[in-house]
């Protein structure tokens, strides 16, 4: 898919709360002795949730961009930890920002490819000339069951982009996208349940590895790429294996994916984890530099990018924290402080 | 009676098949087989499966399946005994055969293990124990077979590692079949290091869950040699059942359907354990190897590990077993197991094994296990033409 308009990241920003529990915590209170996929993931505040955390991405990506809030036209929040079931958490953050109210807004649900789903929309909008400035925000403060496999990498953060037409502001630009979407129900939650429910290994060969393979290969086919034409990869990161196998099945090498991966240290933060991996990757990319972004959303589905960083990185990337900050930034919680800071504690 | 010889197999690669059902999956191996015989049409349909109804929610397998493979209207039944459907399902059509009820005859095993996730299969394969005194008890069948391998290591003062390389052995052997579920090597210490399911049963000594499905052709022997160039008879079919409870057994070590079948299969054969090639053993956990050689006569009580520990179950050895892959490494689809067994003796014994060939190989014993030893199938093959 190319857009009839060239339409580029004018601004980026991301939000990682300052929380941590080891994973090795929440293995001794299940007494598992088995492997653990990653080493710690992040975990929101007491008054933390996607509100607070897409503000604060959002602000980060304002500062990038050098626009004015009232500028931007659309936002499109992609998160399955809505903060109401009914009430857009996208007119709290445009609100918040001072995006309202001569705006469009709404959230929107494709479990962990809704942040690149709020993204295309945003491509659209931009493209077709009907805002000026898009915001498109992944962010999710992942509930995870507890003594599940996924306890251990549900983590929480946000990451924003705002989208402008192609020009000199703009620090990349897209060259396409592809996506491959099926009804494979390999992940879901129903409306009344606090968890979600997954189907193990079923969640791998026929979910997550055939529909990025799908969707990268229809984007390489589209727009005559190849593997070796970019510098970076990053792939929606559940874990650690996924990414690099997907990645190995695809033909990048794992040089190209590891400046995008970030679930070890913060775990995976659902629809804001691919766009996370973006960001790391524009902290460092220089102008020239191609990028595949390759999302994956549960139930299922992949959205593939290609995007082309320009000479205004240089300048506008030092305006904000890098994903390097926040990463850094932490604070240790036990196993019980965790479960009181994610709700799971009645009082 | 009817002597019986087998003219043709099929069979489905065995792993995760996420977009087959159980029919599709039978009916693949079914229609294989029937390429294989050149026949078109048989008499008779035995389905060897044990959870169909639990995982699938789907029972009366016989008519679902005739129907499936474009036969409605044949005899047809599902066979259930546990992990040992296959072979008991192989007796069955066997029987028909040799009776001279029937001349051509289909039986086929199928598992779809895949459809639910781990905790429902485990409580699926536990309806193997007896349900009100055992599984009541929280006895889960791996507990069951991990109190055996250490009873087994105490009174024989035997080191796991001599039993724990059995697995390692088969994984080479599966690199080399085409239709295994795992074709990688894996290491003794990757065994013992890999996670304890069951103390002292570590996963790498567990038989997988699979999906898979394997089908063969039964045809009085006569026909047989009339009509095709290479024809393995089937020497020998036993059926033996034990005390279903492990620990109201007099010893646990012993698996007395394995001793009763081998017996009444060896007597049928008229052969002993020394005319045998080649064994294929049902190694559901890495201890009923060693146990399984030891009452199929293959070795005294007690010492089935050696002829591990020495590497004499090596293909090239004095007594290639499971030289496919066997349960861990060829897969084990349970209701299908049995049937795999004897399309791995069959391809050794027609001189189809391509790298695990065993050199002159005209015979082969099958031995097929349902709970811990409550129900034994042997079956002796042998290359007549």
């Known amino acids: ?347 | 009676m009817r002597r019986v010889a087998v003219i043709g197999v099929g069979y489905t690669k065995i792993g995760e098949h996420w977009d087959k059902s159980l029919r599709e999956l039978f009916a693949e191996a079914a229609l294989k087989a029937l390429d294989d015989a050149n026949v078109d049409k048989v008499e008779a349909l035995y389905v060897g499966n044990m959870m169909s109804g639990y995982l699938q929610e789907q029972e009366h397998l016989g008519s679902l399946l005739a129907t499936y493979i474009g036969m409605p209207g044949i005899a047809a039944c599902k066979i259930e005994a546990a992990c040992a459907s296959g072979g008991a399902a192989l007796h069955q059509a066997f029987l028909a055969v040799a009776s001279g009820y029937y001349d051509i005859v289909l039986v086929g095993g199928v598992e779809k293990m895949t459809d639910k996730l781990t905790p429902d299969v485990t409580l699926a394969l536990a309806m193997a124990e007896d349900r009100e005194y055992v599984v009541y008890v929280g006895a889960s069948f791996i507990g069951l077979n991990a109190l055996v391998y250490r009873l087994y290591m105490r009174k024989f003062n035997v080191k796991q590692e001599d039993i724990a390389k059995f697995p390692v052995i088969e994984h080479e052997n599966a690199i080399n079949t085409p239709y295994a579920q795992f074709r990688y090597k894996i290491t003794l210490d990757d065994v013992l290091k890999s996670p304890l399911v069951a103390d002292p049963i570590h996963l790498l000594e567990c038989a997988p869950l699979s999906d898979g499905a394997a089908a063969i052709i039964l045809a009085p022997l006569e026909y047989a040699l009339k009509h095709y160039d290479t024809v393995i008879e089937i020497s020998a079919s036993a059926l033996a059942t034990d005390i279903l409870s492990v620990h109201e057994r007099p010893d646990m070590l012993t698996m007395m359907a394995t001793v009763r079948a081998a017996e009444k299969a060896y007597k049928m054969a008229k052969m002993e354990p020394k005319d045998i090639d080649l064994v294929e053993v049902h190694d559901a956990f890495s201890i009923l190897a060693p146990i399984a050689l030891e009452d199929l006569g293959f070795a005294k009580k007690g010492e089935g590990w050696r002829l591990i520990a020495e590497e004499e179950v090596r293909k090239d050895g004095k007594l290639p077993v499971n030289t496919m892959g066997g349960l861990k490494a060829r897969g084990h689809p349970i209701g299908a197991t049995g049937i795999y067994q004897a399309v791995d003796a069959i391809l050794q014994l027609r001189q189809e094994a391509g790298v695990n060939q065993v050199t002159n190989a005209e015979t082969a014993l099958i031995h097929s296990m349902g709970g811990v030893g409550g129900t034994v199938a042997v079956h002796i093959l042998r290359r007549v033409k």
């Open chain 1, 1 to 347: 898919m190319r857009a009839i308009n060239s339409v580029g990241v004018i601004g980026y920003g991301v939000y990682i709360p300052m929380y941590r529990i080891k994973t090795i915590e929440i293995a001794k209170m299940w007494s598992n002795v088995g492997k653990l996929p990653i080493e710690e993931k992040s975990v929101i505040g007491l008054d933390e949730d996607s509100a607070t955390m897409s503000v604060e991405a959002a602000l980060n990506a304002l500062a990038r961009a050098g626009i004015r809030a009232d500028e931007i036209g659309a936002i499109r929040i992609g998160t399955e930890s809505k903060v109401y079931a009914v009430k857009p958490t996208a007119t709290i953050v445009a609100e918040a920002l001072g995006i309202t109210p001569k705006t469009l807004a709404c959230d929107m649900e494709f479990a962990c490819k809704a942040g690149t789903e709020a993204l295309e929309d945003c491509i659209a909008l931009v493209a077709s000339k009907m805002v000026k400035y898009a915001l498109a925000i992944g962010v999710d403060a992942a509930q995870g069951r507890p003594r599940d496999a996924l306890e251990y990498t549900a983590g929480c953060g946000a990451a924003a982009y705002i989208i402008g037409l192609k020009g000199k502001e703009a620090i990349a630009y897209f060259e396409g996208s592809a996506s491959y979407v099926t009804d494979t129900p390999d992940f879901w939650r129903r409306e009344c349940e606090k968890y979600p429910q997954h189907t193990a290994r079923f969640t791998g060969e026929p979910a997550y590895f055939k529909h990025i393979v799908n969707a990268v290969k229809l984007l390489m086919e589209e727009l005559g790429l190849k593997p070796s034409d970019f510098k970076y990869a990053v792939f929606h990161q559940p874990n650690i294996k996924f990414p690099l196998k997907v990645a190995k099945m695809l033909g990048f090498r794992k040089e190209q994916v590891l400046p995008g991966l970030l679930t070890g240290v913060i775990g995976n933060t659902y629809a804001a984890a691919s766009l996370i991996g973006l960001a790391a990757i524009l902290d460092v990319a220089k102008p020239g530099d191609r990028i595949l972004l390759a999302s994956f959303g549960s139930g299922a589905g992949s959205d593939a990018f290609s995007i082309v960083v320009q000479d205004a990185i240089e300048e506008k990337r030092g305006r904000a924290p890098l994903v390097k900050d926040y990463v850094e930034r932490k604070i240790y919680l036990n196993y019980a402080q965790y479960a009181y800071h994610r709700g799971k504690i009645i009082l």
